[in-house]
């Protein structure tokens, strides 16, 4: 049975094997996304919002880092030998973006750990600190 055809006649497979509000439990609890993510408390929240927040600036930091960067290039390239200014360039946008890159993945971990301690505390489970 292809696939098409299968839910094509799903339905009237499960209204005749099934009373309807069996079939319909089954329907929208196979397609309604179950809700996983336990709830934080107000520190963990915090801990969230504040992270989330501090990647927003991040990013913004790194749009104004493209700009400037764009522009010390126009700068370099007005050069009649723009090599060397434009591999200092591209040095330091590297080490300005890692820069970035690992101040963001340092805010993601935070926003993890709070995520864990609110599953571990739904499980009932202790968390080394």
Known sequence: MTVRRF?????SILSSAL???????????????????AVLNDNEQAVVD????????????RKVLYQVS??????????????PCLEDLRQSHAAASRDLD???EGLKEQIREAQASARARARGVQRAP
């Open 19 to 37: 009373p309807a509000s069996v079939a319909l439990a089954l329907w929208l609890g196979f397609w309604a996304q179950p809700s996983l993510a």
């Open 50 to 61: 504040r992270a989330n927040k501090a990647l927003a600036e991040i990013e913004q930091q």
């Open 70 to 83: 764009s522009q010390q290039e126009q700068v370099c390239l007005k050069q009649f030998i723009s090599a």
């Open 7 to 11: 839910l094509t006649s799903l339905p």
């Open 102 to 104: 690992l101040a963001a």
